[in-house]
């Protein structure tokens, strides 16, 4: 069993989409409006150098409320893949959930047991890809991402820059990460340290402070 990196997307690896239409801090509704964020790419092909698997996990509702379509959403998923590839990156996987309880389309409005802060995608993960989840990380930017990461037994990084506040409901959802990280460079600067193995690429970033330690 081998342990993995798991990945929110938007706000860790791409920035939140602002238009007339949306609300301040959304996800992209379009490829066009997927954007990396500065030095995501090289994190992960940093990740992908010291041969761990990145498993990208991402609650998107869009698709319940009738806002997204799956095809779009997939459209979306391949300008990701397209603007990785170009920083020598790639993901392990990427699972999405398009449930919502409230949701507008029928099909996927249901309580399920995938949508964060539930640990579904990381369980079914884990499943699919024989991950050893104790020995794995999860890096995100929600209370949901955090207490998702906690309900699988993963150790949780919480990346505080981007327009939608990282600590969104930390309190009221008791949310407490082992890690606050200025963004997902530095948290994979950590975790390689946690696992005593330089690796050049990481070298090759900028110094920063050391990560905080959540207290």
């Known amino acids: 069993?081998?342990?993995a990196v798991f990945l929110g997307r938007d706000g860790v690896i791409n920035r939140w989409a602002h238009s007339s239409d949306l609300a301040p801090g959304d996800s992209p509704a379009n490829p066009d409006e997927f954007e990396l964020l500065p030095g995501a790419g090289e994190a992960i092909a940093a990740l992908?150098?010291?041969?761990?698997?990145?498993?990208v996990v991402s609650n998107q509702p869009g698709i319940a409320s009738g806002r997204l379509t799956t095809a779009?959403?997939?459209a979306i998923n391949e300008k990701m893949r397209a603007e990785l590839a170009k920083t020598g990156a790639r993901t392990g996987g990427v699972l999405y959930c398009r449930h919502d309880p409230a949701g507008r389309i029928k099909a996927y409005r249901m309580e399920c047991e995938c949508r964060k802060p539930k640990p579904g995608m990381l369980f079914r993960?884990?499943?699919e890809r024989n991950l050893n989840l104790s020995q794995s990380f999860l890096v995100g930017n929600s209370a949901e991402d955090i207490l998702a990461g906690h309900a699988a037994g993963v150790m949780t990084f919480l990346v505080s820059s981007g327009v939608s506040s990282a600590y969104r409901g930390l309190s009221r959802w008791q949310a407490q990460p082992d890690c606050i990280v200025a963004d997902l460079g530095e948290a994979v600067r950590a975790i390689d340290q946690l696992l005593g193995s330089p690796s050049r690429q990481l070298e090759k970033a900028s110094d920063r402070?050391?990560?905080?330690?959540a207290s």
């Open 72 to 74: 779009v959403l997939d």
């Open 1 to 3: 069993m081998r342990r």
């Open 48 to 55: 992908n150098a010291l041969r761990l698997p990145v498993v």
């Open 209 to 213: 402070d050391a990560p905080q330690r």
């Open 125 to 127: 993960a884990a499943r």
